[in-house]
């Protein structure tokens, strides 16, 4: 499997990230920016900001956890190929599992939601029982986009595209925990038999 060094491809971001934590003084107007995410009937992440931080998050590819500053929706229903997986739902179980990193053919900050369900008849005891399941398990049934397709084209999950676009740039761990900035709980609901 193909890995990348996430802090080597990533250390201009982390620069502009602490140039924009909110620490120096600021001209202008403090802009609001507030933007909500549906990612399914009833599970939906509002991300607001003030201009002197962002809200950022934690996320998994290719088995490592990586993270982002989550800037919500963009009010378009596709771009790119880059997409997002959110496991039964927005942050619900799981952090996302994302498809691309910074120095990656296809990487974008723009993100296709893509919601992953079990398939009828199946249970996670199923998924955790096949090769697709990760290793970190229950901290996350998926870690790897490769895995989350292995599994559906073998019948153990569906992928529900709802037609929306987030914008979420990925940056490093130093960025995310940079002051002013606002981290997501990294605590979800534990899985039940399906999801």
């Not at 974008?108 to 893509?114: I, K, L």
């Not at 399941?133 to 895995?147: C, K, W």
């Not at 990294?186 to 399906?194: I, K, N, S």
């Amino acid at each position: 499997m193909h890995r990348v060094n996430l802090f080597g491809s990533l250390i201009l971001v982390a620069l502009l990230v602490a140039g924009c934590s909110g620490e120096g003084p600021m001209t202008g107007p403090e802009p609001a920016v507030t933007a909500e995410v549906a990612t399914s009937g009833s599970a939906t992440l509002t991300a607001s900001g003030n201009g002197r931080g962002a809200t950022t998050a934690n996320g998994w590819y290719e088995e490592e956890e990586i993270y982002y500053i989550d800037n919500g929706e963009e009010g378009v229903t596709s771009r790119g190929e880059n997409d997002i997986y959110l496991i039964g739902g927005d942050r619900l179980h799981q952090a996302q599992v994302v498809e691309f990193i910074p120095g990656e053919a296809g990487y974008s900050p723009h993100w296709n939601v893509n919601i992953v369900h079990t398939a009828e008849g199946v249970t996670v005891n199923d998924i955790v029982g096949s090769d697709y399941a990760s290793d970190h398990f229950p901290e996350a049934l998926f870690d790897d986009v490769e895995d989350i397709l292995g599994a559906r084209d073998d019948g153990l999950v569906t992928i529900m595209k709802p037609g929306k676009v987030v914008h979420c740039p990925i940056i490093p761990e130093v960025g995310a925990e940079a002051p002013g900035h606002t981290e997501l709980p990294e605590v979800f609901e534990p899985f039940g038999d399906t999801f």
